[in-house]
Structure formats: C-alpha cells, structure tokens
C-alpha cells in the first residue's frame, strides 16, 4: 500500500502547489535483448550462467557441490538441474575447476564470456557469492566492439569486496558488442568459481524540464454494462520528452533520441520494451519534493522525428508482457482450489517468460473456490488469469508497485 507523510497530503490540499515529475528509463535490459548469449570455459555440471545477466545480485541458498566443504547439516540445498526447478532460485555462474592453496587457478583461467546487442557501457559490475561469502580476488575484464577489437581492459588485483563495480562514465564506451570476465584468483583455495552477476543495465533518471507531459490512464476494473465476467485490466502511461538538449553522462547531449544521430549514447537504445518507471511529486514547505510511485510500465514504439523537440511513446504496465506470452502447459489439475491454480500460472510466468521480478498478491478467498478438474489450452496468460477472474467474479490488475493484485471485491486482498 502506498504511504505518504503529513506533509505530503498537507500540501496537495493546499490552495497554490507546485508538482514535479520524475520518469526512469532502462535503456538496456537483458531481458529484452534477443541477442543476449554467454559462453563459459569452465561450467559446473549443474549451474546456470544465464543468471549472470538477470539483474539479480543475491544468491537464495548455500548451493551443495563436492568441492570438500558440503556438510550434512541443514544449511546447503541441491542445485536445481533443471529450468522447472530454478522458481525464484538464484545461482549463477558455477566452475568445475578448483582453485589452489592460495586460491590461485592454473591457466586456462575460468572465463565467462557475455555478448549482447550494440549498447554503451557506461559501469562494470561483478558479484561473487553472497551465500558463501566468496568473489574474485585477481580477474580481467574486456570489452569489445564487433569486430573484436579490445574497447577497454580492466585489471584488477587484490580485490575484497563481494561485489565490485566501477564507472566508465569518462570512457566513452559506446559500441560495446561483448565482454569477458577471466579469474586468475579466487578468495578461497580449493574451491570453484561463484559469479552471480556480471551484466550492467543502464538507467537514467528524467525530471521536470526533461519532461514535456505525462499522462497516466489507470483502471482497476472494467466494466460493459453487463454481468461481471471476470474484470482484468492493463494500465497506460503516455510520455513526451524534449529532444533539445540533455545533460548526461558528464556532457550535454543534443537531439539525444533521434535513433540516426550517432552523436548521442542513446541512438541505438531508443526502441520498444523499454522499462519506465514514473513518478508525480508535490514540493513540502521545507522546499523538498516529496514522491509518490505511479507505477512500472514498458514503453511501445517512440515516435522521435529530427527536426521536432520531442520524443514520445506509451507505455503499458506488466500486464501487456502477460497478453504477449503463451502459457502452454496443458496439464490436468483435480481438485484443485483456484488459489493453487493462480499459482501455478503466475511462477510459470515467472519462470517460463522469463519474468523474475514478477510479484503477485492473490486474495486467501480463492482458496474457497475448489475445482474438480481444471487445465488451460495454450493461450495468454492474461487469458488465463481472465478466466480464472470471470470464476470467482474478481478482478486482476497491477498494483502501482508493480504488484499483481488478484482479488474477489474491491480492496486490496488479504
């Protein structure tokens, strides 16, 4: 639920307020980018390296392997061997190689090779195992365009953080087409390498000026002027900013969203599916500026013409990922609550899609509904969730947290 201070609601009510708003775009995004792929020389039998560019820094469990520590006391978990068991698992990026007595490894060094879509670079990232409390301590990382010619090398030796980073702001890296990450060292001996992340998203925060108009449609339930079906909806947010000039990355940008100015860091970014998030904020009598989130939105086609000052596009919350994806399983459930079921499709979709950031909030009520047999024919998962919605009457909809509400009556669910 979204909480706001005195203050806040004192100065809305007020007789003359000044709002501001604040938009956050991700310009690069590993789940949106078809060419994203990863080679590894040296990968444990059960590990996913994909996980490395999934945005998430934090291993769930203390992973078992035979690497000479496993014990038998209730702390370590099997590695899940197959994409049906990961769930909301993190693992990332297991060697097979050990380290030495020092945690030095012999050459060929373990590398991970990522190669994605023609982006800008503007931070390196790297993060050991959170679980173990284990990084690497010497390592390289290489950057290259695509004719693999070397962009940027970084050297590193004698590391001790957990996760590591560096701006490359001042580099101007805007070509990148892959990057290696190669470990001569571990923190600990005799063991293998653990890298839960090692991909960069880039994001960039407009506010005010930036910021022609914003509009937001928001609906919590549809209605047809019949009987209750089932009431689903998908949120809107219609954006403009000015294409004059910006000031980012430590130098002012002019026209920064026309896609053929190659001039500006963002011409190859400019494109559908990217993620916004949006803000509208109310300036406090103590001259601070207070916000309150409108929600997380993925952007359709931009319209950015040269000589106009402005780039626009809409944007449709998660629901529209949903619309976009087949649920395909066909399994035959029995006597199953429509709760369960809910379940069921939501870590599909979450699994499957993939959409791991997917949350969901599903009122305790459905568990009331029991269904002798139930199953779905391939279709959307909105379909799905509509048809699940029209059973007990409810509704279905993304939550300005970006939170799917799934619910019998008004309100938020249990």
């Not at 003359?16 to 690069?28: N, P, Q």
């Not at 000015?242 to 940008?253: A, G, Y």
């Not at 568990?367 to 009457?393: G, H, Q, R």
Request: glycine content about 4%; aromatic content about 12%; proline content about 5%.
């Amino acid at each position: 639920m979204l909480t706001h201070t005195a203050e806040f609601n004192t100065a809305v009510k007020a007789t003359v307020r000044k709002f501001h708003a604040k938009l956050e775009i991700t310009w690069t995004d590993p789940f949106i980018d078809p060419y994203l792929t990863y080679v590894a020389n040296d990968e444990n039998r059960i590990n996913w390296p994909q996980q490395t560019y999934d945005l998430v820094e934090t291993s769930t469990h203390k992973w078992a392997h035979l690497d000479g520590v496993l014990k038998p006391n209730g702390t370590y978990y099997p590695a899940p061997s197959v994409i049906s068991e990961i769930g909301g698992a993190q693992m990332g990026w297991y060697g097979q190689i050990s380290s030495g007595v020092n945690g030095t490894f012999a050459e060929p060094y373990p590398e991970l090779e990522l190669s994605f879509s023609e982006r800008p670079i503007f931070a390196l990232l790297v993060v050991g195992d959170s679980a173990y409390n284990e990084y690497p301590v010497d390592f390289i990382i290489n950057i290259f365009d695509e004719l693999d010619n070397i962009l940027y090398t970084e050297t590193v030796v004698g590391n001790t953080l957990l996760r590591w980073s560096k701006s490359l702001i001042d580099e101007s890296i805007f070509t990148a087409r892959k990057m290696t990450l190669t470990i001569s060292k571990w923190s600990k001996a005799d063991r293998v390498v653990k890298i839960l992340e090692f991909y960069t998203s880039y994001i960039e925060i407009y506010e005010d000026e930036d910021i022609i108009s914003m509009n937001l449609l928001e609906e919590k339930e549809v209605k047809d002027g019949s009987l209750p079906i089932g009431n689903i909806s998908s949120n809107e947010l219609d954006i403009s900013l000015q294409n004059l000039k910006i000031f980012s990355q430590n130098r002012f940008v002019t026209d920064p969203f026309f896609p053929a100015n190659p001039l500006s860091h963002l011409h190859l970014l400019v494109k559908k599916n990217r993620k916004i998030r949006a803000w509208i904020g109310v300036e406090l009598p103590d001259k601070s500026i207070e916000y309150q989130i409108l929600g997380t939105f993925w952007s359709d086609d931009w319209t950015v013409e040269e000589p106009e000052f402005s780039a626009s596009t809409s944007c449709r919350d998660r629901m529209e990922g949903l619309r976009n994806a087949l649920y395909s399983t066909s399994e035959l459930y029995e006597n199953i609550t429509l709760y369960d079921f809910a379940e069921i499709v939501l870590n599909s979709a979450r699994d499957s899609i993939p959409m791991p950031e997917l949350t969901w909030a599903i009122s305790t009520k459905l568990i009331n509904y029991v269904l002798p047999y139930a199953w779905f024919t391939k279709k959307s998962y909105m379909e799905c969730l509509k048809d699940i919605a029209e059973v007990c009457l409810g509704y279905a909809y993304m939550s300005r947290e970006d939170v799917l509400i799934l619910g019998t009556d008004l309100g938020i669910p249990e």
